[in-house]
């Protein structure tokens, strides 16, 4: 039995999870409004205030999605009820981030501003910036995935460098360093 999938999801209060037709889990709560295709194999059950997820066969491809469909749900809820947020953190000098409403603008040492529009379920800020310290862009959602490829395409735009670790990172990325080149080698 999978680990992960033999778990109840518990749902907070004003969060409800239906099953509809074709095996389509809809959850909703305070922030929003979330839906997920489950496989056909995979029963999906909601009993009270808690949410189980079981398989018809130990068949490998049935424990595979066990585990998946179970997590998939629990970050539906989560996300409807807490929502989810990414920090990333512009490292370089001149380095500068501005949020207007769904545009986020992105100074990062390019001939010109990289305006990025965000999609309407993701909300960006900008934290103000102190002496001393890099620029934070804050995004908030509750949907984990759009969450996580549009945090993957911001930081796709000036991914950080190995030797002096300029671009954009996560706050609290660990990036692996490179030496540069060492002054008396011959």
Known sequence: MS????????????VTVTVGNDNVVKVKGPLGELCQ??????????????????????????????????ALIHNMVVGVSEGFTTRQE????GYRVEVNGQIVTLTLGYSHDIQF????????EAEPVKKGQNPVLVL??????LLGMVAAKVRSLRKPEPYKGKGIKF????????????????
């Open 171 to 186: 706050v609290g990325e660990q990036l692996r360093r490179k030496a540069g080149k060492s002054a008396g080698a011959k």
């Open 37 to 70: 295709k489950v496989d056909s194999d995979i029963k999906v059950s909601v009993e009270g205030a808690t949410v189980t997820v079981t398989r018809p066969t130990d068949n490998p491809r049935h424990r595979s999605m066990h585990g998946l469909y179970r």
């Open 117 to 124: 529009e965000l999609p309407k379920e993701v909300k960006g």
């Open 140 to 145: 908030k959602s509750h949907d984990k995935q």
């Open 90 to 93: 512009l490292v370089g000098v």
């Open 3 to 14: 680990r992960i999938g033999k778990l109840p999801v518990h749902l907070p209060a004003g």
